[in-house]
């Protein structure tokens, strides 16, 4: 604590094992005092709840064991973060949040039981039927209009086999942090109509995952992406109901976008909120660029499609659909972000996947068909690489 008064520190790195639990007061005292600085905790992956119970705020977690290498892609990754959303402004804001929501317990039984060598849908359905809530919340998203079933499900064990492990844990997590919020419920805020937007768009960013023959892990994260995009409005409306009825009330008669009067008052707006919960929780980096990035993707220096691309047009199109956006100025899927990445025109392909429509074929005869986004960027990169074999042709 002397050195930290001291110098200047971006993160500090905390092995859980050298001091037991009794070192959540020295973590806690870094909070309070130093909110800005990104605490890491290395532990055995079994102490990770109790290190939930006891530290509060910002913290990420290293699991046991864990190489040189791994330890600094975390820290790397950390100033990463701090490099998006580490403005002083930020950091005035972060130091005023009293209350951020914790990784529910409930989750880490899920992921302790997904991660033994022999999963089982019959013990991760015992686990989620521990929690009536959650498992009520759980049956009737699967037993939502998405999902057309032919008939209603109601036991635990089955949804597990329905939805399939990677959704189930997205959904418990999302669930059960939601839950936290049941009790703050400012007049003028719905959180059972942020859930429902939540769970289309990531509904809707899987769909297209699907269609565009995207990797299974991508069109997962995108899902959890989806349901966790705009989780930096509840910490707004939790922290700060009154300032936060205020912003809203001036997006909607001034018709200015709701993220750019947050970042007005607030120094940062609902989607870099969300980004740096999830950077500090410790997800993956892809779902912090998600909820940074989904209204304002150029912004994001990648090229590639991901979770990024999947949530920001499932977010607008989900929008554009449903018209449900009480007052506030819709977001748009932005024609300079899929210009960079090759994909203009597929908005519309991807309005009709949303709608399940059947999607306009191109081509002729027989061979029609929609090109992938994995084929479209291909294809760019290939003409990328002719016109550079062309150009050192020319100098020769």
């Known amino acids: 604590m002397q050195h930290l008064k001291n110098y200047s520190v971006d993160v500090v790195v905390f092995d859980l094992g050298a001091s037991g639990i009794s070192g959540a007061q020295f973590l806690n005292e870094i909070g309070h005092d130093y909110p800005h600085i990104m605490r890491i905790v290395v ?3 079994s102490e990770k709840e109790n290190v939930t119970k006891f530290v509060t705020g910002a913290h990420q977690f290293v699991s046991k064991p864990c190489s040189a290498a791994k330890l600094r892609q975390d820290v790397a990754r950390a100033l990463a973060l701090d490099k998006w959303l580490g403005n002083q402004q930020m950091r005035q804001m972060v130091a005023q949040i009293r209350t951020f929501p914790t990784i529910p317990s409930l989750y880490f039984e899920v992921i302790r039981e997904l991660r033994a060598p022999d999963p089982s849908a019959q013990r991760v359905g015992e686990i989620i039927a521990k929690d009536m809530a959650m498992c009520t919340k759980m049956l009737q998203n699967l037993n939502s209009s998405f999902y057309s079933l032919p008939r209603q499900i109601s036991d635990p064990t089955e949804a597990v086999n ?3 492990f990677e959704m189930v844990k997205s959904l418990v997590l999302c669930i059960q ?14 959180i059972d109509k942020l859930w429902r937007h939540s769970t289309m768009v990531a509904q809707a960013a ?4 699907r269609f565009e023959k995207m990797d299974d892990v991508i069109g997962e994260e995108a899902y959890t992406a989806g349901l966790l995009h705009d989780i930096g409005r509840l910490v707004l409306v939790t922290n700060f109901a009154e300032r936060y009825k205020k912003v809203q009330e001036t997006a909607r008669r001034e018709q200015l976008p709701l993220w750019d009067v947050e970042k007005k008052e607030f120094g940062a707006s609902h989607a870099e909120i ?3 919960l999830l950077g500090v929780w410790g997800m993956p980096l892809s779902l912090s660029e998600a909820a940074a990035f989904h209204h304002f993707p150029m912004r994001h220096e ?6 990024l691309l999947l949530v920001h047009a499932a977010d607008a199109l989900v929008n554009e659909r449903f018209d449900d956006n009480d ?9 300079d972000y899929l210009n960079r990445l090759g994909l203009v025109g597929r908005t519309d392909l991807w309005r009709n996947v949303i709608a399940d429509h059947p999607v306009p074929l191109t081509g002729s005869g027989k061979d029609k068909s929609v090109p992938s986004v994995s084929a479209v960027v291909a294809e760019k990169q290939n003409q990328q690489s002719r016109w550079k074999s062309w150009l050192r042709i020319g100098r020769n």
């Open 274 to 276: 969300g980004a740096y």
């Open 43 to 45: 532990s055995e992956p």
């Open 302 to 307: 990648g090229r590639g499609p991901g979770s």
């Open 162 to 164: 329905v939805l399939g």
């Open 177 to 190: 942090v939601f839950s936290q919020f049941d009790k703050v419920k400012p007049y003028y805020f719905s």
């Open 206 to 209: 899987r769909k297209i995952a």
């Open 327 to 335: 007052g506030f100025v819709r977001s748009f899927v932005h024609d």
